[in-house]
C-alpha cells in the first residue's frame, strides 16, 4: 500500500528566508505526486504536481519540488518566504489504479517570524 | 466559476444525534469524493462516486455513516448517531474525471464537532 511521510510536524522560518518541506513517499509503481496548502478554514489548493517528465516541476505562489526517484522524495521549496505563506502544507501521492485516490501525509505547519 | 461548496461550515451535536452534511461539485465535475480529516492529519478517503454510483466506499464505517449522490450532483454525508470520535473535518472534493489524474478541488470543509 502506498504511503506519505512528512517528517517535520512544525516549521518556523523567518520572512524573506528560503523553505524547504520534506516529502518521502512509498509507492509501487511510478509515483504522481502533489503538494497542497491548507490555510485555517478553507479547503485544500493545490500547489503543484508531478506526473512525468522533468523532474523540478514549478507551481504556483514561487514554490517548486523536485522528484528524487532514488530517494523517494519530493520535497517542496522556496526560495523566499512571504508572511501570507504560513498555513498547513500537505503532500500525497495518487493512485490511478485507485480512482485517483490520494493518500496524504500528516502535513507541515509553518509559521513564519517577521 | 464557483467552487467545491459545502454547507454547513461548522456543525455542533450532541453524540448520539444525526448530522448531515451537503457538498456541492464544480459543475460538469463527474467524480466526488468524501475525505475524513482529524485534527493534525492529513485527508482520508472516506467514498468516492462516479456520477450517481459509489465505487469506492470501502473505508465508509456503513454501520453509522452513509452518503448519496442523486442525479449524479450533489451529494450528502449522513452519520447516525454521531460518537465522539466523529470530531473532524469532512471534506468534499470534485474532479472532471477519476481515470487521468484531473486535479482534484476541494471544498472549504465542514467542521463537526461532537459534545
Known amino acids: 500500500a502506498q504511503s506519505v511521510t512528512q517528517p517535520d510536524i512544525h516549521i518556523t522560518v523567518s520572512e524573506g528566508a528560503s523553505l524547504e518541506l520534506r516529502c518521502n513517499y512509498s509507492y509501487g509503481a511510478t509515483p504522481y505526486l502533489f503538494w497542497y496548502v491548507q490555510s485555517p478554514g478553507q479547503g485544500l489548493q493545490l500547489l503543484l504536481k508531478y506526473f512525468s517528465g522533468d523532474t523540478l516541476v514549478q507551481g504556483i505562489k514561487g514554490f517548486e519540488a523536485e522528484f528524487k526517484r532514488s530517494q523517494s522524495s519530493f520535497n517542496l521549496r522556496k526560495p523566499s518566504v512571504h508572511w501570507s505563506d504560513a498555513a498547513e502544507y500537505f503532500c500525497a501521492v495518487g493512485d490511478l489504479n485507485a480512482g485517483n485516490m490520494l493518500t496524504f501525509g500528516g502535513g507541515t505547519r509553518l509559521m513564519v517570524k517577521p | 466559476e464557483a467552487g467545491v461548496v459545502q454547507s454547513p461550515r461548522y456543525k455542533i451535536i450532541e453524540k448520539k444525534q444525526p448530522v448531515a452534511f451537503w457538498c456541492n461539485p464544480i459543475s460538469g465535475h463527474n467524480t466526488l469524493y468524501w475525505y475524513l480529516q482529524n485534527l493534525g492529519q492529513g485527508p482520508e478517503l472516506l467514498i468516492r462516486?462516479?456520477?450517481?454510483?459509489?465505487?469506492?466506499d470501502s473505508q465508509l464505517p456503513k454501520d453509522r455513516f452513509s452518503a448519496e449522490r442523486l442525479k449524479g450532483v450533489d451529494s450528502t454525508l449522513k452519520i447516525q448517531p454521531a460518537e465522539l470520535g466523529d470530531s473532524a473535518v469532512y471534506l468534499c472534493?470534485?474532479?472532471?474525471?477519476?481515470?487521468?489524474?484531473?486535479?482534484?478541488?476541494f471544498g472549504p470543509g465542514t467542521r463537526l464537532t461532537v459534545l
Open positions: 472534493a470534485s474532479s472532471l474525471r477519476w481515470d487521468s489524474y484531473n486535479e482534484q478541488f
Open positions: 462516486y462516479e456520477n450517481e454510483e459509489a465505487v469506492d
